[in-house]
C-alpha cells in the first residue's frame, strides 16, 4: 500500500504564489507516474500535471506556464510551484500515484488512471 499526504495549501491574493507538496509512504515505487489533481464541489476531479520517474511532465493549458510539477525519488516526495494564481485555481489539490505507463499516455490526466491519492489539500485564491 502507499499513502500520500499534501501540504502546502492556503489563502493566497491573485497573483500570489504557493508550493504545494506530497510525501508518499509505504511500498513507493520511484517509477510510479504522479500527477497533481483539483477539484471544485460539484465537478470533475481535474488532473492538471503529470511526471514521470525521469522528470518529463506534462500540464493542462489551463496551468501551463504557470505550475511547475517535481518530484525527489530519492524522498519520494512530489511538489507543484503555483504562480500567477488566478481565482479560479481555487480547489481541492490532491496528489496521485500510478503505474509508470499512465504518464506516457492520454490517462495522465484521468482520475481512474492513478491507484492511490491523498486527503487533499485546500488552496483559495482572492481577487
Known amino acids: 500500500q502507499v499513502q500520500l499526504a499534501e501540504s502546502g495549501g492556503g489563502s493566497v491574493q491573485a497573483g500570489g504564489s504557493l508550493r504545494l507538496s506530497c510525501q508518499a509512504s509505504g511500498s513507493m515505487d520511484s517509477r510510479n507516474c504522479m500527477a497533481w489533481f483539483r477539484q471544485v464541489p460539484g465537478k470533475e476531479r481535474e488532473g492538471i500535471a503529470s511526471i514521470a520517474a525521469d522528470g518529463s511532465a506534462n500540464y493542462t493549458d489551463s496551468v501551463k506556464g504557470r505550475f511547475t510539477i517535481s518530484r525527489d525519488n530519492a524522498k519520494n516526495s512530489l511538489f507543484l510551484q503555483m504562480n500567477s494564481l488566478k481565482p479560479e485555481d481555487s480547489a481541492m489539490y490532491y496528489c496521485?500515484?500510478?503505474?509508470?505507463?499512465?504518464?506516457?499516455?492520454?490517462?495522465?490526466?484521468?482520475?481512474?488512471?492513478?491507484?492511490?491519492w491523498g486527503q487533499g489539500t485546500q488552496v483559495t485564491v482572492s481577487s
Open positions: 496521485a500515484a500510478g503505474h509508470f505507463v499512465v504518464c506516457s499516455n492520454f490517462a495522465r490526466f484521468l482520475a481512474r488512471g492513478y491507484n492511490y
